[in-house]
């Protein structure tokens, strides 16, 4: 095991040089970022939606807590943590989407 995972690190060595002296080309960044991409199952599209059903999760929390406390089923001060933890994850998600749009719009603006 250990001889093939010296080989594949001097074949990535000898593909990329400057690798062996701590820079790394974009070409070897890209591979890499394939390979965790890869190895934890993960990729940039799916981050965005499972923080997505987690501001969602969130914002349902807190409206069953609301719900409880109208029953007269939980405290006010559990309604207030969970309201604003819907809050700031909602503020986040905002403060995301709007990166991104201004992301956008700057590629937009770009000249080819």
Same mark, same amino acid.
Do not use: C, H, W
């Given at each position: 095991?250990?001889?093939?995972?010296?080989?594949?690190?001097?074949?990535?060595?000898? &593909?990329?040089?400057?690798? !062996?002296?701590?820079?790394?080309?974009?070409?070897?960044? #890209? +591979? *890499?970022?394939?390979? /965790? %991409? $890869?190895?934890?199952?993960?990729?940039?599209? &799916?981050?965005?939606?499972? !923080?997505?059903?987690?501001a969602i999760s969130q914002s349902? #929390? +807190? *409206?069953?807590?609301? /719900? %409880? $406390?109208?029953?007269?089923?939980?405290?006010?001060?559990?309604?207030?943590? !969970?309201?604003?933890?819907?809050?700031?994850?909602?503020?986040?998600?905002?403060?995301?989407?709007?990166?991104?749009?201004?992301?956008?719009?700057?590629?937009?603006?770009?000249?080819?």
């Open positions: 095991m250990t001889s093939i995972t010296s080989a594949i690190s001097a074949y990535r060595t000898a &593909a990329d040089p400057m690798a !062996a002296l701590g820079a790394s080309s974009s070409a070897s960044l #890209q +591979a *890499e970022g394939d390979d /965790l %991409a $890869a190895a934890t199952g993960t990729d940039f599209s &799916a981050m965005l939606k499972d !923080a997505a059903k987690s349902q #929390q +807190a *409206e069953q807590t609301s /719900l %409880a $406390a109208v029953a007269g089923k939980t405290d006010i001060r559990e309604v207030v943590a !969970a309201v604003a933890n819907a809050e700031l994850t909602l503020n986040t998600v905002v403060n995301i989407r709007d990166k991104v749009i201004g992301a956008y719009k700057e590629i937009l603006a770009m000249s080819i």
